[in-house]
Each structure stands twice: as structure tokens, then as C-alpha cells.
């Protein structure tokens, strides 16, 4: 089982529309959670950090479940802007594991 | 405040060489991760340094190797080059803790 799963979609969503992601993790020694997001052919960069009373920035929600091992994110009202590849991130004490990613197209 | 400054930004190697990546994390970082990823693929964790020390290392063979020199920038070797070695390598640094973490923006090798 991989350390970290994504829906790798692509998630082809309007301008405006809420749209979610879904993540989950194997390893129960995990110790702090992002969301990173990486645009093609750059390198990734740090969305959110994402805490267990679940937090919020802007458009952006993040939750963590650690019963179930599981993180969303929530982007609402959608830009397009927002077009790229959100990583999903497991900090374990031992190795930072990425998500392969889900892919967001944002369309007018 | 530089963020973490990679070099080179682009390598060709030939198949059965060596290459040298190199990654300068911001300032007061102690931590460094290299990661590759290839074309289409996610990120594949590579190396792990702090302080000086290799903490972890990921699924590859020994000819990617690595250290952190004192003032905790950092190096990459590729030895044996093969084909498939081609990718983004990137490097990240934090300052340890539950914080997020800076990359840099990539070397991209090319290996023919």
C-alpha cells in the first residue's frame, strides 16, 4: 500500500464551482500534513498546512481525520487560476511522502 | 531572504557518467530533502539530511548518494547514469519541526 493516495483525476471544473480533494495515508506515526501545489514544470510550493481542528485560508479549507488517516481540501469559487496539481503531503518521523497528485482544470 | 537556490538548473549527462546536483537551503535551515520526479510521475523521495547527517534515505540504489557540508547546503551524485535516471531532481529545506517546506526549483538532468 502506498503512504499516500490521491484521486489523480483530472477534476475539469467551471469557474465558481466548489470543488474537493481527498487523501489518505498508511503510516499512523504521521506527524504534520499539507497540501502543496505544483504547477507543470515548477516545482511544488506550499498550499496550507493542514490541522487536526481543520483549518482555513481564503477559498481554501483543509481538514484532517486522523481516525480514518484521512485530509480533504476544499477550494470554493474556483478561478482558474487555481489550474494545477495539488499534492497531497505526510510528514512522517522519518521521510516527507508525496501524494502523486490530483490534477484541477478550472475552465471559463 | 533567498529561498533554496539549485544548481545547475538544467545537466545533459551521457548514460555511464556521473552528475552532481547541488541545493543552498534558506538560510537557517537545517534540513534537506532531495526528491526526483520523473515525467508524469510523483515526487519519489531520494535522501533526507540534518545536521550534517543522512537521517533517511528512499528506495534507490547506493549510486545516488549524497551529503550536507557544515553550512548545511547540500549534494546530490548520480554515478552510472542510466537512461531512466532522467528527471526533475528537486531539493526542499525546513528548519525540522511541523513546519512546511521551501523548494527549490529543480535541476532538470537529462540523461542520452
Redesign the interface.
Known amino acids: 500500500r502506498k503512504e499516500v493516495e490521491q484521486d489523480p483525476g483530472p477534476f475539469n471544473v467551471p469557474e465558481g464551482a466548489t470543488v474537493a480533494f481527498n487523501c489518505t495515508y498508511s503510516n499512523s506515526a504521521s506527524?504534520?500534513f499539507?497540501w502543496y501545489r505544483q504547477d507543470c514544470?515548477?516545482?511544488?510550493?506550499?498550499l496550507m498546512?493542514v490541522y487536526s481542528s481543520g483549518n482555513e485560508d481564503g477559498r481554501f479549507t483543509a481538514q484532517l481525520n486522523r481516525a480514518s488517516q484521512y485530509i480533504s481540501l476544499l477550494i470554493r469559487d474556483s478561478k482558474l487560476s487555481d489550474s494545477a496539481t495539488y499534492?497531497c503531503?505526510v510528514?512522517t518521523p522519518?521521510?516527507?511522502?508525496?501524494?502523486?497528485?490530483t490534477s484541477l482544470l478550472v475552465t471559463p | 531572504e533567498a529561498g533554496v537556490t539549485q544548481s545547475p538548473t538544467h545537466l545533459i549527462k551521457t548514460r555511464g557518467q556521473q552528475a552532481t546536483l547541488r541545493c543552498s537551503p534558506i538560510s537557517g535551515h537545517t534540513s534537506v530533502?532531495w526528491?526526483q520526479q520523473a515525467l508524469g510521475?510523483?515526487?519519489q523521495?531520494l535522501l533526507?539530511y540534518d545536521e550534517g547527517e543522512e537521517?533517511?534515505r528512499?528506495n534507490f540504489p547506493p549510486r545516488f548518494s549524497g551529503r550536507q557540508f557544515p553550512n548545511y547546503s547540500s549534494e546530490l551524485n548520480v554515478n552510472a547514469l542510466e537512461l531512466e535516471d532522467s528527471a526533475?531532481y528537486?531539493c526542499?529545506s525546513s528548519f525540522q519541526g511541523?513546519?512546511?517546506?521551501?523548494?527549490?526549483?529543480?535541476t532538470r538532468l537529462t540523461v542520452v
Do not use: I
Not at chain 1, 41 to 46: C, M, N, Q, V, Y
Not at chain 2, 98 to 106: A, R
Open positions: 506527524q504534520s499539507f514544470r515548477k516545482e511544488p510550493k506550499l498546512s499534492l503531503v510528514h522519518y521521510a516527507l511522502n508525496f501524494g502523486k497528485g | 530533502y526528491y510521475l510523483g515526487l523521495f533526507w537521517r533517511n528512499g526533475l528537486l526542499a511541523d513546519y512546511g517546506y521551501t523548494f527549490g526549483s529543480g
